[in-house]
Structures are given as C-alpha cells and as structure tokens.
C-alpha cells in the first residue's frame, strides 16, 4: 500500500515534516511513500479529492500531520472514495478526535503500520464535513475567538480565551435547531454540539456518550442562562457530566439523529473540527462507514482496581496480558517477579484493611524497545528504594528481614523510580525489551 503524507506547508511547521520524514527513514526503503506539503487553507482537501478521483482503485492511505485543521481536511478530500485508508500522525496544537482512542499511539509511524482498520462514520455539512464534533452558537463563537488568538500568536489556552470574550457576547444566539423533524428550541439558545466524537475545545467532554461508528449523532443543546448558572455549569459541562447530573439536566436537551437542520435569520459561524463555516442554513446528515482509519496498535495499558483486597492475582494477572509485553520467556519471567513483587507490597501494606485502589498500566516507546510499568496508589507515603540492600552474602537466618524483594526488581529491570505525587505513591520500573 502507498503511503501519502499530507503536511502542512508552512514555514513554522517544517519540525513536522522533519519528524515525519526521520521516521520514514527508520522504517527503512520496504515503505512505499510520497510526501505533499499543503500550500494553503483547503489546499490539503484539493489534493487527496484530485487523487482520489485519478487513482479510484489504489489502494492508498493518506496519513494527516498535524492537528484537527489537518485531519478535516484530508477526511473532507476522501469521503466518497473507494480503497481508500486515513492514519493521523499527531503534531497540532489540539486533535480532539484522537481522544476517543486514549490508548493508541498516533506519534509513531511503526505503530500505524502495525495498526488495525476501522470504519468511522462521518458527518455531512452542506457540502462540507466533519469527523468529529460540529458547534454550533457559543462553541463556534468561542472557536473563532480561539482562532483569532492562534493566528495572532497566542497559541497557548487559545481556547479558554475564546471563552472568556464569548461569555460577554456569544450566550444569547437567535438559532433554530431541529433533529430528526422535533424541534430542540424555539427561537434562543447558549450552544448546541452535534456530535460524531466526544471532545471538543481541547478538554471539554461535550458528546460523552458518542460512539464513532454507530451511525447516530449526539445533538446536545443548552438552553439560553443566566452568567450566574452559566458559570456554575461549564465545569460540569468540561468533565462530560452534564447529561447525567440532574440539576444541570435541567437547561439541557438531548437526541439521537440521522438528520439535522439549523436555521438563522442572521448570517453565522458554525464550527467543523474547528474550521468555521458561515451560512444562514446547514443541512447536517450522518454517513456510516465512510471513513477506514488505521488505528494504530496499541501502546498502553492503564486500569484501576478498587477496593484490592484479595485482588493481588488479579492485578499482576491484568498487566502481563498487555501486548507490550514480550513473549520470551526469560524476559516475562524476570518482568513478572518485578510487578508480582511491587503490587504485593501495594495490596499488604499500602491500606488498612485493604479497602484503597491501584491504578497499574504499562507502556511501550515508539521504538519498540523500553517497556514500562507504573503503579499508583493513595496509601501511606513509602518509598522501598530507600530500604538499603540486603547483604546476601549473610545466611537467611542473620539477614535482616525484608528488603529482598525490592533488591531483587533491581537486578530484574534497568530501571526504578519512586515519586510521591499529589497524596499518591508512584513507582515506575522499566525493561528493554528489545
């Protein structure tokens, strides 16, 4: 399969293609490629439709460099295409779409070519198109008060800037929204998102129970509110519980939808992925399956277990499963000493009783070669690096007791480290694996 790398051209993005292209190369010349480098805003688009249009039947994955601006782009260049395969190689400011896929690397080129194909559905604007989340009213107002911030150099909280401008002048939108023929509002409303995927804005759950692949929308709008409650809400709408929190359910509605019509008697923004689109109407439809992404494989593992009593098997179990994991058995062998050792130590002594939690996961580099291992929990601080080594040239009977099982981890992994963060103990050991 060929691999086309769309870039963004300009100059302050060069780091972008100098990162992609240092992968290529380690990849080595078995990877078929070309590299585009977009010229301009829809420029991205342009190229992937014009290609497609000449190669019908190649098959080819377009890989998107960079952030959501990007990825819409080329998403936009293939919908209708046949043989078609997107990959998102993550360097923006934001990609909102790429936090429905938590665990997934979308930095490493070696993880995307090992990666696994999933139909996406796409939504329909128009004649434009999203694969994320579209806002409309005072999420698109924020988006393009965030854009202006981005285009004048203030890269960073771009978004919660939006916000601050928007609370004075975007909380009163004269928009119509109807949903699969019901009418969301009458004639006023603060926002509505609709949704393929969960975030927008960089941190704000707006969709949290989207699904990307179940051919609905999630239409979520907020009626008209006071400064006051409106206040009071936007940190129960950034943590995604706004549906389910019922005095905040109140000032909200919310429908699943194939088809959704917005209308205003005054020209709007309403916001694609973050791209603004202006008109006095939009027609938005969902299209299932319309996009194949190769989801990279999977580079992390990371599960909580609450209450631990009596969960020790379960927990050491839980992390050798991970795919990071080697399957030579010297490697496993030492490996699962280590962890059997440290969540042992966790589940004994960490909490009376044993009624805490342990966050465990496990994590492999880009390159395949350093695997590592962290446990987290909230019980009394302890560091066991500090406990001084055993003298095992001593017989079992004049050693001091304790301190064996920790020197052995020592000996199993390259490296440990101990940190106590935030009321928690944190303790990270890692293995080259290859």
């Not at 100059?11 to 380690?26: A, L, N, T």
């Not at 994590?363 to 080594?389: C, H, Q, S, W, Y």
Request: glycine share 8%; charged share 25%.
């Amino acid at each position: 399969m060929l691999y086309i790398f769309i870039i963004n051209g300009r100059e302050d993005k060069s780091f972008v293609y100098d990162e992609v292209m240092r992968q290529i190369g380690e990849v080595g010349s078995s990877l078929q490629y070309m590299v585009y480098r977009t010229r301009g805003v829809g420029d991205g688009t342009r190229f992937v439709r014009i290609y497609c249009d000449l190669h019908p039947h190649d098959k080819v994955c377009f890989v998107a460099c960079g952030g959501s601006g990007t990825l819409n782009e080329v998403v936009s260049g293939m919908v209708g295409s046949t043989d078609k395969y997107l990959a998102v190689m993550a360097y923006g400011v934001t990609n909102d779409f790429l936090k429905c896929f938590p665990d997934h690397d979308f930095t490493s080129l070696r993880k995307i070519l090992a990666g696994d194909v999933r139909q996406l559905d796409v939504i329909k604007v128009n004649d434009d198109y999203a694969i994320n989340v579209i806002n409309i009213g005072f999420d698109a107002i924020v988006a393009a008060f965030a854009y202006q911030a981005m285009e004048s150099g203030r890269m960073k909280n771009a978004y919660r800037w939006g916000i601050f401008r928007a609370i004075f002048v975007g909380r009163n939108n004269k928009i119509r929204v109807v949903a699969d023929g019901e009418k969301m509002n009458l004639h006023r409303m603060l926002l509505c998102t609709v949704a393929n995927g969960r975030v927008c804005g960089g941190e704000f759950i707006c969709a949290p129970r989207a699904e990307l692949d179940d051919g609905w929308m999630e239409v979520c709008l907020a009626k008209r509110m006071s400064l006051l409650r409106f206040l009071r809400i936007l940190p129960v709408y950034r943590r995604g519980e706004h549906l389910d929190t019922p005095w905040a359910r109140r000032v909200f509605r919310y429908k699943r939808a194939k088809h959704v019509d917005v209308f205003s008697r005054r020209l709007i923004n309403i916001s694609l992925d973050g791209e603004l689109l202006s008109s006095h109407s939009f027609q938005i439809d969902i299209i299932p399956k319309e996009i194949n992404l190769i989801l990279p494989s999977i580079v992390t593992m990371k599960k909580r277990f609450e209450p631990i009593i009596d969960k020790c098997g379960e927990i050491i179990d839980y992390l050798m499963s991970s795919p990071d994991i080697p399957q030579d058995e010297a490697l496993r062998f030492k490996i699962r000493l280590s962890i059997e050792e440290a969540v042992e130590n966790v589940v004994r002594y960490a909490y009376d009783g044993g009624l805490g939690w342990i966050e465990v996961g496990t994590e492999l580099d880009p390159e395949g070669v350093m695997l590592t291992i962290l446990l987290r929990d909230a019980g009394v601080p302890f560091n066991p690096l500090e406990k001084a080594d055993p003298d095992i040239t001593l017989s079992a009977e004049d050693r001091e007791i304790g301190g064996l099982g920790i020197f052995l981890c020592k000996k199993m992994m390259d490296n440990i480290e101990y940190r106590y963060e935030d009321g928690c103990n944190i303790l990270i050991m890692k293995k080259k694996v290859a």
